[in-house]
T-cell receptor
Framework: DAKTTQPTSMDCAEGRAANLPCNHS???????VYWYRQIHSQGPQYIIH???NNETNEMASLIITEDRKSSTLILPHATLRDTAVYYC??????????????FGQGTTLQVKP | KAGVTQTPRYLIKTRGQQVTLSCSPI?????VSWYQQTPGQGLQFLFE???????NKGNFPGRFSGRQFSNSRSEMNVSTLELGDSALYLC?????????????FGQGTRLTVV
């Protein structure tokens, strides 16, 4: 299974962009990169996903390098409510075409006033 | 549209007992996955169901089982509970099993085994 590596923790000033990096050097060609976040004791919340092109939605942008070995999640204007654990996940391809999510330890993002 | 609903939200059981947790996916979603979250192991995949069939299974003992009904609702069962089974159990639903579709999580069931 493709594995992801993220920094354990990061700080960001409120109103500034938060850039969360992720390494996934063993990713396969047909595996997607997903980002979720989890606020304490709640279920993980979907943020964004992509295959090889950069993606943007109302929450964030996802930048994937050309070799697909790393990606960056960008929260353009972080607020205190963005304080959470952010998980970078490679959605695993399987022989039966399932797509289980393999969670790592994630990055704890602390947004400070 | 209602989100993923998990019941009960909190549960306390005694060692050796069994427990059944329920998950109602988002309307129209046919895939349901289950995850266990503990402070020591983080979020771990348990199993995935699609159209009443188990499509994938994580590395958990046979005491952990699940099923999916024709209306896509799913249940998971843990028999002979151990203290280490204390965890947050999360259910996620997706429209299909495609890798290009997001999974939406419920708020989880907090199980405490005493």
């Amino acid at each position: 299974d493709a594995k992801t590596t993220q920094p354990t923790s990061m700080d960001c000033a409120e109103g500034r962009a938060a850039n969360l990096p992720c390494n996934h050097s063993t990713i396969s060609g047909n595996e997607y990169v997903y980002w979720y976040r989890q606020i304490h004791s709640q279920g993980p919340q979907y943020i964004i996903h992509g295959l090889k092109n950069n993606e943007t939605n109302e929450m964030a942008s996802l930048i994937i390098t050309e070799d697909r070995k790393s990606s960056t999640l960008i929260l353009p204007h972080a607020t205190l409510r963005d304080t959470a654990v952010y998980y970078c996940i490679v959605r695993v391809a399987g022989s039966s075409n399932t797509g289980k999510l393999i969670f790592g330890q994630g990055t704890t993002l602390q947004v400070k006033p | 549209k209602a989100g993923v609903t998990q019941t009960p939200r909190y549960l306390i059981k005694t060692r050796g007992q069994q427990v059944t947790l329920s998950c109602s996916p988002i309307s129209g979603h046919r895939s349901v996955s289950w995850y266990q979250q503990t402070p020591g192991q983080g979020l771990q995949f348990l199993f995935e169901y699609f159209s009443e069939t188990q499509r994938n299974k994580g590395n958990f003992p046979g005491r952990f089982s699940g099923r999916q009904f024709s209306n896509s609702r799913s249940e998971m069962n843990v028999s002979t509970l151990e203290l280490g089974d204390s965890a947050l159990y999360l259910c996620a639903s997706s429209p299909t099993v495609s890798m290009n579709t997001e999974a939406f999580f419920g708020q989880g069931t907090r199980l405490t085994v005493v």
